[in-house]
């Protein structure tokens, strides 16, 4: 299916939103991004600006934010370059959302490493759980979406929600995850795996063993 | 100069040629879809893969490969011919068959690569993806499930047009050229995408499903809706011209037109004059010829005779008419309807000096009261082009946009008398500067821009920097030709007898005398007329034209005018054998003959340099432009008034109506 979701731009969109304007904290963070750059290479800031914007509504309507139009030819206005230039970008990459989502937006992995490890189930959870993939839940909380490879690979499956990670999940982890968000918790980001901390391999290294106490030289054992 | 081998054949190379380059050059066709010589390099559609020794022993993209010294390219062997089976058939995996429906069938690049380069069958068992159609105006149809994402046409939109409103939205499968939000596509050059399309996911919207290629009898002719001279073909089928496009002439049009160009030619088959009329009691009657011309021998006009030239006649036309008046002891000639009377003395005073193709190279630019972008969109192109060489734009005149980035000085045409200092300063550094005045300021300013000449040393050894837009296809040839009176059209006012050529744009009322109308529309100029003489439309005679640089061209007859109508001329050798004064020519090669004597310059064709000898006029301008001449670039006409797709353009893209159309 070549045609993803229509973007709203109804007349109630450009009410609601047509007066975007930058907070004061976005102003200084604008003015910190659009530092980075060169005169004359304005158009570079174009992702982190949409960023910026998209976090902004998220702050303004209580969740995890999207790009209306408007929002989008606002930031084209800033950095002065064509509308469609902006709109190109803001379409081309999946963070950034052109319909409205909920306070917590849940991103499961689906990729062949999460899928072997057990991707089925996170997902099996989020749907007991009454998310349904592309929709918003009824009390506004949680939107559900599928992606590729958020490179987690190590700690499959994983899910993404809004600019966490929780990795090494099940089936009841990931429902008990979802619970505590929508009672308002913050669970823990990270590997779900009591005992582990990052992504390091289970019982210890099982490859390059030399290297964990000091620097080993490997090169004279090449065959 | 690189040297390279092309299949065992060594050839030198221009510097910075690409890989492509050097294999056109050793005369090896080239599969592409997304390359193209106007346009940037994209390098996405590897159609153009060919073996490169040395390199990575892989395929390359020849289009975005620069050609090396020593380098050997290989266009015939089996690693290419199934690199390019593999690109054919991916291109295809999601492109529909349906060739019998699709307008582009017959001259498509698609069909033709992948007849010759494809493997004639296809291995896809899985469903084809598709997408929905796109809007972009009144001009491109899109039929977005064939588009194979070259971005010809987005890149066309940003780099040649200067409006950005074409693009490519989301990633991957999902990929779609759109334009921003649907809506239309803001350019006056739109249609030249549609050309640019090498499938048939941009069509031609008012030409579709009209006819096939191969049924169509092509002409080669010159456009007439702008001065700009665009090279074209018209395409006829029985009677009717089906559509126009552009022929390549890096002179004038590269390749491109004007969507006014391309489409207005739907209004020659409608509201033609197709047989002679004489107004009786205040109404016009239908007659024949003979009675026509004798309602015109009964005018008692005692060598008060005058002939106003329309903006789209030809030069042959306006030379009948001339000799006839000649005849009749008259030389009240007039072709600027709009009642203007800058000095005509001196051609090279109102010619674009710098040629057309001549403006790329120009560093300092002054626009005098011209809205280019409307007055000459395809001179407006070769600014755009100056403009990423590193040219600086000045203009006067009301803010307009015109696709780039220009420094306005105010609409006050008094500042022509005291440039500011950062002009002046650009001017001085310019190797090649350049002003170009608009119809607007002719009026009021020409002397004054003329004597930018001396103060910005705009003539140089080699470079004339002093050019004049004019917007009607006949004024040039008209000037050379005399058609210019001290006081402009107010001197022929009074005349007793007046022939108005195609001429519609003039204050008719103004006229006091018998007022005769030789013309192909029935618009504003025949419901003046007290004698319409039904002639020939540009697509109907053969014709010269000089445009707004003085090249002089000729265009071939593609149809014949319908019913009764007929060719100008021959209108005015009948008429003058009714009038007792035969005109000596019988044939349209003795006109031109007697014409060439007349005006040598209109002897040869191309382009013809006039002597720099600019009158003296007075220096000083005055007064604030309100205004530029063109109000609606869509309606400047006869025939595009006539024609339902420039009205629908107009409506649409000056007017701003909505045409939201229902899905179909």
Same mark, same amino acid.
């Given at each position: ?223 | 100069?690189? $040297? ?76 290419? $011919? ?525 382009? $013809? ?56």
């Amino acid at each position: 299916m070549a045609d993803a979701h229509s973007i709203p731009d109804e007349a109630e969109t450009r009410a609601r939103w047509g007066a975007f304007q930058w907070n004061d904290d976005s102003r200084a963070k604008r003015d910190a991004i659009l530092g980075r750059y060169p005169k004359g290479r304005e158009q570079s800031a174009s992702i982190p600006l949409l960023d910026l914007a998209q976090r902004q509504v998220g702050a303004e309507t209580q969740t995890q934010g999207w790009l209306p139009v408007p929002v989008i030819e606002f930031v084209a206005r800033e950095i002065g370059v064509p509308y469609m230039r902006v709109y190109e970008v803001a379409t081309f990459y999946t963070m950034f959302n052109l319909a409205p989502v909920g306070r917590f937006h849940v991103q499961v992995c689906g990729t062949t490493p999460c899928m072997l490890r057990g991707s089925d189930d996170v997902l099996a959870a989020c749907k007991n759980k009454g998310l349904i993939k592309g929709k918003t839940t009824p009390d506004g909380l949680f939107t559900l979406t599928e992606v590729e490879c958020m490179g987690n690979c190590a700690s499959a499956p994983m899910v993404q929600i809004n600019d966490d990670n929780f990795e090494d999940l099940d089936y009841d982890r990931t429902v008990a995850i979802i619970e505590a968000l929508a009672n308002g918790q913050t669970p823990k980001p990270g590997t779900q795996e009591p005992g582990r901390h990052t992504v390091e391999p289970k019982g210890g290294p099982t490859s390059l063993t030399a290297m964990v106490t000091e620097n080993h030289d490997y090169r004279g054992e090449w065959a | 100069m690189p $040297k390279v081998k092309v299949d065992g054949v060594e050839i030198e190379v221009p510097q910075g040629a690409t890989v492509l380059q050097a294999c056109e050059l050793a005369g090896k066709e080239i599969p592409r879809f997304c390359y193209h010589e106007r346009l940037s390099i994209a390098g996405n559609c590897r159609m153009c893969l060919v073996e490169v020794k040395p390199g990575p022993p892989k395929p390359q993209a020849s289009c975005a490969l620069p050609a090396a010294e020593n380098q050997e390219i290989f266009t015939t062997t089996p690693m290419v $011919k199934h690199a390019r089976e593999g690109i054919m058939e991916f291109l295809l995996i999601n492109h529909p068959l349906d060739c019998p429906i699709c307008d582009q069938g017959g001259e498509c690049d698609l069909q033709d690569q992948s007849v010759a380069y494809g493997r004639g069958h296809s291995r896809y068992a899985e469903n084809k993806r598709a997408v929905t159609e796109k809007y972009m105006g009144p001009i491109v149809k899109t039929i977005m499930t064939r588009c194979i994402q070259c971005t010809r046409c987005v890149r066309f939109a940003e780099e040649v047009a200067g409006v950005e409103e074409i693009g490519a939205i989301y990633r991957g499968e999902n990929m779609q050229i759109t334009s921003y939000l649907e809506e239309a596509v803001s350019s006056e050059l739109s249609g030249n995408v549609v050309d640019l399309c090498p499938v048939g996911a941009l069509t031609s919207k008012p030409y579709a499903f009209e006819a096939r290629p191969w049924e169509l009898r092509k002409t080669l002719t010159i456009d007439v809706m702008d001065a700009v001279g665009t090279n074209i073909r018209l395409d006829s089928r029985g009677r009717q011209v089906l559509r126009c496009v552009p022929r390549v002439n890096d002179e004038v049009n590269e390749e491109w037109a004007t969507d006014k160009t391309r489409h207005a030619v739907d209004g020659l088959v409608r509201k033609r004059l197709d047989r002679p009329y004489v107004r009786r009691d205040g109404k016009l009657h239908p007659v024949t010829w003979d009675e026509a011309f004798a309602a015109i021998a009964a005018v008692d006009h005692g060598g008060s005779v005058a002939a106003v030239a329309g903006d789209l006649v030809d030069c042959e036309t306006m030379f009948a008419a001339k000799a006839l008046l000649k005849e009749l002891g008259s030389s009240l000639l007039e072709g600027r309807q709009t009642g203007m009377d800058y000095d005509a003395s001196s051609l090279a005073a109102v010619n674009f000096n710098t040629t057309i193709a001549g403006t790329e190279e120009a560093d300092a630019i002054l626009l005098v009261g011209t809205n280019l972008r409307w007055e000459a969109p395809l001179v407006n192109t070769r600014i755009r082009k100056a403009i990423k060489k590193g040219a600086k734009v000045f203009a006067i005149g009301p803010e307009t946009e015109l696709t780039y980035k220009v420094e306005w000085l105010g609409a006050d045409l008094a500042v022509l008398g005291s440039l500011p200092e950062r002009v002046t300063e650009a001017f001085g550094k310019a190797a090649k500067p350049m002003v170009i005045v608009g119809g607007a300021a002719l009026k009021g300013a020409h002397g004054a821009a003329l004597a930018l000449v001396e103060t910005l040393g705009l003539v140089k050894d080699g470079w004339n920097g002093f050019n004049v837009v004019h917007m009607a296809a006949s004024r040039m040839g008209g000037l050379m030709l005399g058609y210019a009176q001290k006081a402009g059209i107010s001197a022929l006012y009074d005349a007793k007898l007046s022939f108005f050529l195609g001429a519609d744009e003039c204050d008719h009322a103004r006229f006091t005398g018998f007022k005769v109308y030789v013309g192909h529309h029935g618009d504003r100029g025949a419901h003046h007329a007290d004698v319409i003489l039904p002639a020939a439309s540009y697509a109907e005679k053969s014709g010269t034209y000089v445009n707004l640089e003085g090249r002089v061209q000729r265009g071939e007859r593609a149809v014949f005018p319908p019913g009764d109508a007929r060719e100008d001329w021959t209108i005015f050798r009948a008429l003058s054998e009714k009038l007792g004064c035969t005109l000596a020519f019988d044939t349209i090669d003795e006109l031109r003959a007697a014409m060439a004597l007349d005006c040598p310059e209109l002897a040869t064709l191309g382009l $013809k340099t006039f002597a720099w000898n600019p009158p003296a006029l007075g220096g000083t301008a005055e007064g604030v432009l309100d205004g530029y001449p063109i109000k609606d670039f869509y309606l400047t006409n006869a025939i595009c008034r006539a024609s339902p797709t420039m009205q629908r353009c107009s409506a649409e893209l000056v007017h701003g109506e909505s045409f939201a159309e229902a899905a179909e």
